[in-house]
């Protein structure tokens, strides 16, 4: 009695035996993915996403004022100073300050004399808006390293599809390959669009987080296609909807249980980690919920359009005989 009740989890996000039948709602899971990605793509384009300096190029410095921070203030100081185009934002306490400028033009953009040149503009700004102030930290990228950042974060984001898809492909079938890859896409579009609407900046940070949700949700979905892998050599006479719907409940509390403890674990990164940490915290939590949900509702009805009869006449081919289990019943 000890022993079994030592054995078993003291919590289940659904019970044992629970047949929910997802693959009613493939059509519409599709759609409205469909749907959200296409709404993605159309935010890219206009307004766009927010750049960082990593990819945009320019200059940041963090300031801490003595009291609480004065914009107009600062504002005014900075263009006193020929710093017009700086953009303020409170991060931190009252008291901390972000300065974002453009990359300035000239025959001496980006070179490490104008760069210091304009940072000084900076600090002696804030110290003639609000006496007493320091600068914590000032980081500048030239327009030509921005440009470099930008081109191979993509190429990072495309090499780890295609990873993806080889070591798919070479542990299952062709059919799990593309349909892993495809969700994992309208994933990606759909965190794109998401940074498009909060205006996080787009920067190596941003691009580390979208790496991160890729490697979440890839294994996300092998727990469940293991497991219709093993159910199609358990039940080899099962329509294949039926068993994709089995294999999803199977995996239903791991699922869950993996991805509150991951999303829990982020949550105090977004709430309490602060500008540095916040944006990644969040898209992260986005990502987490995104690449759990697409597993079922959009990976799962994807490998049935595309494997229903050829997955289904591979596990149909004849088997030893103790091991048919055509009329086994399902183990949860």
Request: aromatic content about 10%; charged content about 20%.
């Amino acid at each position: 009695m000890t022993s079994s009740l030592l054995g078993r989890p003291l919590f289940r996000f659904v019970k044992d035996g629970t047949r929910i039948q997802f693959m009613r709602g493939r059509f519409l899971g599709l759609g409205v993915s469909a749907f959200l990605s296409l709404a993605s793509i159309g935010l890219f384009f206009y307004p766009g996403l927010t750049l960082g300096i990593d990819f945009k190029g320019g200059i940041k410095v963090e300031a801490r004022t003595q009291g609480p921070a004065d914009f107009a203030r600062i504002r005014q100081a900075l263009a006193k100073n020929g710093v017009t185009d700086a953009g303020l934002q409170r991060f931190g306490g009252d008291n901390d300050v972000l300065i974002s400028i453009d990359q300035p033009g000239g025959k001496d953009a980006g070179s490490e004399a104008a760069t210091q040149n304009l940072v000084d503009k900076v600090r002696k700004g804030v110290s003639e808006a609000q006496p007493g102030a320091t600068i914590l930290s000032a980081d500048a990228v030239g327009a030509s390293v921005s440009a470099e950042l930008f081109r191979n974060g993509l190429l990072a984001l495309g090499i780890s599809l295609l990873m993806i898809l080889a070591y798919i492909w070479f542990r299952f079938e062709w059919e799990f390959a593309v349909s892993a890859v495809a969700t994992l896409i309208l994933d990606l579009t759909k965190t794109i669009g998401f940074l498009v609407i909060t205006r996080f900046e787009f920067d190596l940070v941003m691009v580390a987080a979208i790496l991160t949700i890729l490697g979440y949700s890839t294994n996300d979905k092998v727990v469940v296609y293991d497991r219709v892998r093993e159910n199609l050599r358990k039940y080899r006479s099962m329509p294949l909807r039926e068993l994709i719907d089995l294999s999803i409940n199977e995996t239903l509390n791991r699922t869950l249980g993996t991805s509150s403890t991951v999303f829990l674990a982020a949550l105090p990164l977004a709430l309490f980690g602060g500008h540095t940490l916040a944006g990644f915290a969040w898209v992260m939590l986005f990502g987490i919920v995104v690449g759990t949900s697409s597993s079922i509702f959009i990976a799962a009805p994807i490998l049935l359009l595309l494997g229903e009869k050829r997955l289904r006449r591979d596990a149909q081919k004849p088997a030893a005989r103790g091991d048919r289990k055509d009329k086994a019943t399902p183990a949860a």
